[in-house]
């Protein structure tokens, strides 16, 4: 009966052995894979003012000037958008009602908080570095 014992305790010491060498597990930091197309300046963005701001900030209207030939160069002239802290941009902020600009107050535009796809689309405009493309 010694030799089965001893082939069983064998057989359960390979078995821990194998079993806790086995059971290695090696933590992998996941990356954040970031498939966001560039945002369109000319494309996306000048009809987003078009639509919402166009009203008051046209050329020879309240600074800063959204018309599509001048939105570009307005916005670089007034510092509008931070791409190292999009958050923080001003054009971000007067949008979300977080900030104001000289002496204006409160959301832009007046008539009301423009859709949340609107905004999403300008920060992330933003964050891709603001480019006039």
Not at 18 to 27: A, V
Not at 59 to 77: E, K
Request: glycine share 6%; hydrophobic share 35%.
């Amino acid at each position: 009966m010694k030799p089965l014992h001893n082939k069983f305790s064998v057989f359960l010491i390979l078995s821990l052995f194998f079993f806790w060498t086995g059971c290695e597990y090696e933590y992998v930091k996941p990356v954040k894979v970031v498939t966001t197309t560039p945002i369109s300046f000319s494309n996306e963005i000048v009809p987003i003012f078009t639509a919402n701001c166009i009203g008051c900030h046209k050329t020879g209207g309240t600074p800063p000037d959204f018309s599509a030939t001048n939105a570009y160069q307005s916005i670089q002239t007034k510092a509008l958008t931070d791409t190292l802290n999009p958050e923080s941009s001003l054009l971000y902020q007067r949008i979300t009602k977080t900030g104001t600009i000289g002496s204006a107050k409160g959301i832009m535009p007046p008539s009301g908080k423009m859709p949340d796809s609107n905004i999403s689309l300008i920060l992330t405009w933003i964050k891709q570095g603001a480019k006039n493309n």
